[in-house]
């Protein structure tokens, strides 16, 4: 029986008291549930340290949505692997599609910032997915390969261990479009497989790939049902406590009926 992770993206949003009365919310609520789930909670820059001492009573690991390609330094406005260590978040997400797209973030430098924050003891959670164009032309499973294999594959098998893959199609994210359980599947199937071909079976089948675009609390159970979907990266549906803990919930349903 494998568990699910669920992690939820806040993206830029929520004013200081209203990130932590969702903190508070969610602490509130997993405080009662024997939790085989991980669950991840990935806030604003700003409020990392506000989540990570609210974590400290709870149950749930702190992820930041970026990290800056560079150590240290003349880097104004940035924030270093470095740093979010030292504020104890676990996780960093990578390779977004948002910053790809509004910031131009490219493979070279998502491959830095991979390996500055497993150089600080921090699990990346890296991002794929195609675009509608892609997905369309049926060019998505070229498109998913290249970005795994030019920013993950130099890694070694003891380092990419420490790795999370989300499989976020761009036309699913914050458009109410969700892949189809279907859909979601054969890609989880394929970056699975591609992981094996590298790193062997074993690392492969250890390897959470979650699944993001969309995913709410009534599409999650579906999706989480899916042989190779590990659990989800959530982005709006993160922003209600009720929502986001009926999501944690179906990922418990899966792994119970596992
Ligand atoms: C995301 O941005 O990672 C995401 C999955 O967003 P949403 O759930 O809103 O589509």
């Not at 970056?191 to 062997?200: A, C, N, P």
Request: negative net charge.
């Amino acid at each position: 029986m494998k568990n699910k992770i669920v992690a939820g993206n806040w993206k830029m949003n929520n004013t200081f008291s209203e990130a932590e009365d969702l903190l508070v919310a969610i602490a509130e609520s997993l405080e009662d549930m024997r939790l085989e789930t991980e669950v991840i909670i990935c806030p604003p820059a700003l409020y990392l340290e506000m989540a990570t001492d609210v974590a400290q009573e709870s149950n749930f690991y702190v992820g930041a949505q970026n990290v800056s390609y560079a150590e240290k330094g003349a880097y104004t406005g940035e924030i270093s692997a470095a740093m979010l260590n030292s504020v104890d978040v676990d996780f960093c997400i990578v390779g977004h599609s948002e910053r790809r797209t509004y910031f131009h973030e490219t493979d070279e430098e998502l491959v830095k910032k991979i390996d500055l924050l497993l150089a600080n003891e921090i699990n990346p959670i890296f991002c794929c997915g195609e675009s509608l164009a892609d997905r369309q032309n049926d060019n998505f499973k070229l498109v998913i390969e290249k970005q795994i294999k030019n920013t993950l594959f130099h890694l070694s098998a003891e380092q990419f261990e420490n790795v999370t893959i989300a499989y976020e199609p761009i036309w699913a994210i914050g458009t109410g479009l969700t892949a189809t359980p279907q859909q979601a599947q054969e890609v989880h199937a394929f970056i699975r497989k591609l992981i094996e071909e590298k790193y062997g079976t074993e690392i492969a089948y250890n390897t959470y790939i979650l699944y993001g675009g969309s995913c709410n609390a009534k599409n999650a159970l579906d999706l989480f049902t899916c042989e190779d979907v590990d659990g989800g990266l959530i982005g709006g549906a993160s922003l209600s406590a009720k929502d986001f803990i009926e999501i944690i919930n179906a990922a418990e349903t899966c792994t119970k009926n596992d």
